[in-house]
């Protein structure tokens, strides 16, 4: 099968392959077993701290006529926002609390603070994505469907105005989550079903009702006088909040080393090849531990594609483990400074505006150990497997 040419890159066999499969296996289970107290008070705190910055953000926004209450106010309840939908939301969506039978913070249960309904992320998300990490055709992800972010994608002179497109998308990305299980490709090529599209935008327009009324209304009106005032803090904390989940989650899956497969790589997968395939198809930043919640935890966003139901507090544990497998087997851990991952996810937007005879096709640099690899082995390797490895980078 095709992915047997990315395994022959890196050299494993398909017991090593296999062998890789049974550690992650056996990491999951140390987890599920030892998940207790401590994660549950975790989890517990954010919540709390999440309140509370919301609560000091309205709170201050009824001083709102003062320039620095309006900017404190709107501080505090963007922050409040960014940590509800990375930290809180993603991850309770996801299930990685319903272990504690707590009603509150289960998966079937949260609606999370933006525009599209949980049950429409729990599928273009949850089953789409992380099904079909980094997989032409299939991952919505890439894209959004309005961005090219692959070679391998065809260009069209629409193409051209990403670094438009990119922006708008990045200022408003909470409508553009809304739209995503609507799955605008379908639509284009008329193949979407109408049925499932109107119950769909009707969804959709209910919580976008229940988020105007909150945001736009009912908490400008708490402030009186200050209606405008209010409103417009309201407005740019959603927009420092869709500023800061569009960038952590492009860092996620285009930085140089964040691998795109094809449908056909993805026959007859096993479950340990799967596994590789996250590895490979995602990128992970460094940080500190503040940027690491603010974030969701999405600075392990290998670990997370590994194991998206278990806890976020734990990310930090598993990858120690998780970079340790990929050093004994020469597989690429791809992580970088925050600013450098995003700087070559931008990189990756302007180039691929153009169409590819534009652009250079030379594949970006073999990972280190890769390259030592190759050169001890002495075996040749053909530019199209080289390719694979340079995922988004190869523009």
């Known amino acids: 099968m095709a992915f047997s040419d990315v395994r022959e890159y890196t050299h494993l066999t398909d017991e090593e392959v296999e062998a890789i499969g049974a550690e992650l296996d056996e990491i999951r289970r140390e987890v599920e077993a030892s998940r207790g107290q401590a994660d549950r008070d975790y989890i517990l705190r954010t919540i709390t701290l999440q309140r509370r910055l919301a609560a000091a953000g309205r709170i201050t926004l009824f001083a709102s006529f003062f320039p620095p209450a309006w900017l404190l106010g709107t501080a505090l309840l963007g922050s409040a926002k960014i940590l509800e939908n990375m930290e809180l939301g993603h991850n309770a969506m996801h299930g990685q609390w319903d272990w504690m039978n707590d009603p509150e913070i289960h998966s079937s249960n949260w609606e999370w603070d933006t525009t599209q309904p949980a049950e429409q992320w729990k599928h273009s998300h949850n089953y789409i994505h992380h099904q079909f990490t980094n997989v032409l055709g299939h991952d919505n992800d890439i894209g959004y469907g309005i961005l090219r972010m692959s070679r391998d994608q065809k260009w069209h002179p629409v193409n051209l105005g990403q670094p438009v497109y990119n922006a708008l998308l990045a200022l408003f990305f909470e409508w553009g989550v809304a739209l995503h299980d609507l799955d605008i490709e379908a639509i284009r090529k008329g193949e979407k079903d109408p049925e499932l599209l109107k119950k769909q935008l009707k969804q959709i327009g209910n919580k976008v009702g229940k988020q105007s009324l909150k945001d736009y209304v009912m908490y400008p009106a708490l402030t009186g006088p200050f209606f405008l ?167």
């Open 229 to 395: 005032q209010t409103l417009t803090a309201n407005f740019t904390a959603n927009i420092i909040r869709n500023i800061w989940t569009h960038g952590i989650i492009f860092c996620g899956h285009f930085p140089d080393g964040a691998v795109h497969f094809t449908e056909e790589e993805l026959e007859d997968e096993t479950r340990a090849e799967w596994y590789l395939r996250q590895m490979l198809g995602s990128a992970n930043f460094n940080g500190g531990k503040l940027l690491h919640i603010m974030s969701g935890q999405l600075g392990y966003q290998i670990e997370h594609h590994l194991f998206p139901d278990l806890p976020s507090n734990r990310y930090a544990a598993i990858s120690v483990k998780v970079k340790d497998l990929c050093a004994r087997y020469d597989i690429p851990y791809t992580t970088g400074p925050l600013y450098k991952q995003y700087g070559q996810t931008l990189r990756t937007i302007l180039k691929l505006s153009l169409p590819n005879r534009r652009t250079s096709d030379n594949p970006a640099p073999v990972p280190e150990r890769a390259q030592r690899r190759l050169r001890d082995d002495q075996r040749p390797t053909r530019r199209s497997e080289l390719g694979k490895w340079s995922g988004a980078a190869s523009v």
